[in-house]
Each structure stands twice: as C-alpha cells, then as structure tokens.
C-alpha cells in the first residue's frame, strides 16, 4: 500500500454506515495507508447536539473497524486552517459531492487545494455536468478527482429524528454506536 493519506471530517453527529461506507471505498479507490478522521469540535456550517468529546467518542467506535483510520478531535472549524496545521504532504481530502458544489464558497478554496487533494465522493443521481463546471471554475482543477461510492439513503439527522420518535437504528450505524447512544441516552429529547 503507498503512503497516501486521506482526511475526513465531520461533525458526526452522530457517524453512520454511510460516513464507514465512504471511508473504506476511499481507502481502496485511492490506495490509503492513513485515514485521518477528524471531528470537528465547533462546524462552522452547521448546528450540533452534541459535545465534541461525546461525538469524538462515537467516531472512536465506528471507526474502529477500519484500520487505517485514526480518530481525533479537530479544533478548526475551517478545513484550510485544519490542513495548514496538519502540515501533510499532498494528503486527500475526502468530501461529497454536494460539499464540491458549494466548495468555490469555502473558506480559501484555492489554499485547500494548494495543501490538498479533494476526491469526491459521487452517487447515482449526482449531477456529474453541474461538478465538471464546478471543478472547471477552480484555480487548480488537476486536484480534483471524483470517485464513486455505493449509495446509502442514510443522514446524521435521519438518525437524530427517528431516535426522537423512538425508531430502532440498528441498521444505520454500527453496533456499538447504537448501544453507546443508547447507554447515554443521545438525540431523545426532541
């Protein structure tokens, strides 16, 4: 295996079979001996409901079964500022598609590619035209590889929702995150 590393980050809030599904087809498409999963304790772009050691902890066990994986807390709430601390040499970024369509919004788009590749993820239904213009409107879009993972209908607030409505999960994340969340009593006063 080469010394590629890839980045993944997320609120997880809480992490699910999509986030395991993406992350293992990542390590294979781009050949992965690291995959640095990074927590984000404070998302800019979104609210969360849980602390950032509560959801750093459920990444701890969803994670565990892949390998490569390394779980930590990220403090960033911005990826350039995540990357320029990580100091990596040309590592992979991991996002979806519809963060690559908002990606000429982010923070520094242009020094995220300077400090990173990006592979995005794509499922059927993607429009692949609408990424190409995207990935066309970049200073650096050589940088940009798009791959493809098995779709999985499955949302970080999908979960939170049917915990609040008191619907089994056990098919949406892994078990030990199931029973962790259940243990602590997560997502139920909705």
Known sequence: ?????GIFGGAFDPPHNGHLALAGEAIDHFRLSRLLV????????KEVETAPEVRLALAELAFAMLDEAEVALDGFARTVDSLEALDLADPVLLIGADELAAFPNWTRPERVL?????GAATRPGNDLRDLERVIGSLPRPERIELFPITPHAI?????RE???????IDELVPAAVAAEIDRLGLYRAR
């Open 1 to 5: 295996m080469s010394e590629a590393v």
């Open 38 to 45: 990074r927590v984000v304790a404070d998302p800019g772009h």
């Open 114 to 118: 300077e400090l990173a590749r990006i």
């Open 155 to 159: 949302s970080s607030s999908g979960i």
């Open 162 to 168: 049917r915990i609040g409505l008191e619907l089994p």
